[in-house]
């Protein structure tokens, strides 16, 4: 069956910088889009990053552009979240999801790891 | 504040129907998918209704997913304690430069 498992999350000061790592499986990977998505505590869903199964097409939220980097390795079957500059809004749990796509818009996202709570903190 | 407008809150006894709007505008629900999401404590979000009604595998058909216009529904049947949980709606937004947007969430409490 489908899995995503997160891991890397933790206790980081502002400033600081995490790399959060989703292993897949159950699925062709290297076929599919990947993105970031997370939530405060208390509070609602916030879409962050998306990448596209060969890594060409790569998009951020503005809330995280310029410090949050996506990437993966299809040889890996992993999906990975390098978090630089970390600020205490950034307090959350962070999930890997499986994006599905048609014609440049993400329809829905079906598959979701269990979350991986990273909080930013002195 | 959320592009997607959804109450905080919805109530209903066991058995009953309840109905879970997510209202939007031309740029978003009017011309894109809906999708709805539930989400128990503690635990991940699941899928639950893509491309507006369709169910994602193994979601019994008492869950059932409508769009009309800038607004969708999500309607449960036959509510069940086990259904007490968060209900997100998501769609994309095409005014914005990055277009996936979420609703701000809806509690289910089944009384």
Same mark, same amino acid.
């Given at each position: 069956?489908?899995?995503?498992?997160?891991?890397?999350?933790?206790?980081?000061?502002?400033?600081?910088?995490?790399?959060?790592?989703?292993?897949?499986?159950? %699925?062709?990977?290297? !076929?599919?889009?990947?993105?970031?998505?997370?939530?405060?505590?208390?509070?609602?869903?916030?879409?962050?990053?998306?990448?596209?199964?060969?890594?060409?097409?790569?998009?951020?939220?503005?809330?995280?552009?310029?410090?949050?980097?996506?990437?993966?390795? !299809? !040889?890996? !079957?992993?999906?990975?979240?390098?978090?630089?500059?970390?600020?205490?809004?950034?307090?959350?749990?962070?999930?890997?999801?499986?994006?599905?796509?048609?014609?440049?818009?993400?329809?829905? %996202?079906?598959?979701?790891?269990?979350?991986?709570?990273?909080?930013?903190?002195? | +504040? =959320?592009?997607?407008?959804? #109450? #905080?809150?919805?109530?209903?006894?066991? $058995? +009953?129907?309840?109905?879970? =709007?997510?209202? $939007?505008?031309? =740029?978003?629900? @009017?011309?894109?998918f809906v999708s709805w999401y539930q989400q128990f404590p503690g635990t991940a979000p699941k899928l639950l209704i893509y491309d507006n009604f369709k169910r994602h595998s193994g979601i019994p058909d008492r869950f059932f997913g409508s769009k009309s216009g800038v607004e969708a529904t999500l309607t449960i049947t @036959?509510? +069940?304690? @086990?259904?007490?949980?968060?209900?997100?709606? $998501?769609?994309?937004?095409?005014?914005? @430069?990055? *277009?996936?947007?979420? $609703?701000? *969430?809806?509690?289910?409490?089944?009384?």
């Amino acid at each position: 069956q489908v899995q995503l498992v997160e891991s890397g999350g933790g206790l980081v000061k502002p400033g600081g910088s995490l790399r959060l790592s989703c292993a897949v499986s159950g %699925f062709t990977f290297h !076929n599919y889009y990947m993105s970031w998505i997370r939530q405060a505590p208390g509070k609602g869903l916030e879409w962050l990053s998306f990448i596209s199964p060969g890594s060409s097409d790569i998009h951020y939220a503005d809330s995280v552009k310029g410090r949050f980097t996506v990437s993966r390795d !299809n !040889n890996r !079957n992993s999906l990975y979240l390098e978090m630089d500059s970390l600020r205490a809004e950034d307090t959350a749990v962070y999930y890997c999801v499986r994006d599905i796509e048609r014609v440049g818009v993400t329809l829905y %996202f079906d598959f979701w790891g269990q979350g991986i709570l990273v909080t930013v903190s002195s | +504040q =959320s592009v997607l407008t959804q #109450p #905080p809150s919805v109530s209903a006894a066991p $058995g +009953q129907t309840v109905t879970i =709007s997510c209202s $939007g505008s031309s =740029s978003n629900i @009017g011309k894109n998918f809906v999708s709805w999401y539930q989400q128990f404590p503690g635990t991940a979000p699941k899928l639950l209704i893509y491309d507006n009604f369709k169910r994602h595998s193994g979601i019994p058909d008492r869950f059932f997913g409508s769009k009309s216009g800038v607004e969708a529904t999500l309607t449960i049947t @036959g509510l +069940q304690t @086990g259904d007490e949980a968060h209900y997100y709606c $998501g769609t994309w937004d095409t005014s914005l @430069g990055e *277009g996936r947007v979420f $609703g701000g *969430g809806t509690k289910l409490s089944v009384l």
